[in-house]
């Protein structure tokens, strides 16, 4: 099984300390660098970040309270891996409440916020412009989803569907990743905001409610796909390894 390497970081101020590991392996797991299903090991972790143990094991219960990591109590602290069914669940549920939130939204909207949503999406497409930028359009695409739901003036919510898009990120780069080359990305959110502007909470959440379900679908049969043939070269090779050994002798009994 692959482990979190041990390789030396930048040591981590002592303010903090498990807020910050949570937040370097958080980004880690994100970004793919911690892929799903690998173990992470306290020890690597606290010599890789040059601390003891403890603020690790915080750290580890932040991540498993947000879903990228499961605790199990043999083998410790796992990637979360999501089946297809799964990811597609997360972003209904991000449907559902999201949906519901911009509705209570639109009636308290202001110029302001309208404004202020404009900005962060005029910085959120300068961002998918370039590369180097991958590791912050999950960020961003939080940011401009929830200065829409602001005016809702429901923080308990806004606060739980901040959890439910952090556990979404690392499959919403994915879909980044694809529809920003076909210039969609950009486009389905100013066509989102757009509509919000029209101040109708029906025609807005309509509008959301497609947005969000079809990037699940897309994930669904994307994720699927990739892990059946993952799968398939993985019993090629071990066609190709039995072939080069070639038939077993065999014993009389």
């Not at 807020?19 to 306290?42: D, P, S, Y």
Request: with cysteine; charged share 30%.
């Amino acid at each position: 099984m692959a482990t979190a390497t041990t390789a030396k970081s930048t040591p981590i101020p002592r303010q903090s300390l498990s807020a910050a590991v949570a937040e370097r392996l958080g980004e880690k797991i994100l970004a793919g660098e911690l892929r799903e299903g690998e173990q992470l090991r306290q020890d690597a972790i606290a010599k890789e970040f040059q601390i003891s143990r403890i603020p690790v094991r915080e750290a580890l219960s932040h991540l498993a309270a947000e879903g990228l990591i499961t605790i199990y109590a043999n083998r410790g602290a796992v990637v979360s891996a999501l089946s297809p069914d799964e990811i597609m669940q997360l972003f209904e549920t991000r449907a559902v409440l999201e949906c519901y939130m911009l509705r209570c939204a639109i009636p308290n909207m202001k110029a302001e916020d309208f404004e202020r949503a404009e900005e962060i999406l005029k910085l959120y497409e300068e961002s998918l412009e370039k590369d180097s930028e991958v590791k912050s359009w999950g960020r961003w695409n939080w940011s401009f989803h929830s200065a829409l739901y602001a005016p809702a003036n429901r923080p308990v919510m806004l606060s739980f569907l901040k959890t439910v898009n952090i556990n979404c990120d690392r499959y919403t780069r994915l879909h980044l990743v694809f529809t920003r080359e076909m210039h969609r990305a950009g486009q389905a959110h100013r066509e989102l905001l757009d509509v919000c502007k029209t101040r109708n909470p029906e025609l807005a959440s309509a509008a959301l409610w497609k947005h969000i379900t079809e990037a699940g679908e897309y994930l669904r049969e994307f994720i699927k796909s990739r892990r059946d043939t993952r799968k398939m070269l993985g019993r090629r090779k071990g066609w190709t390894r039995e072939t080069a050994r070639g038939p077993r002798a065999k014993h009389s009994s």
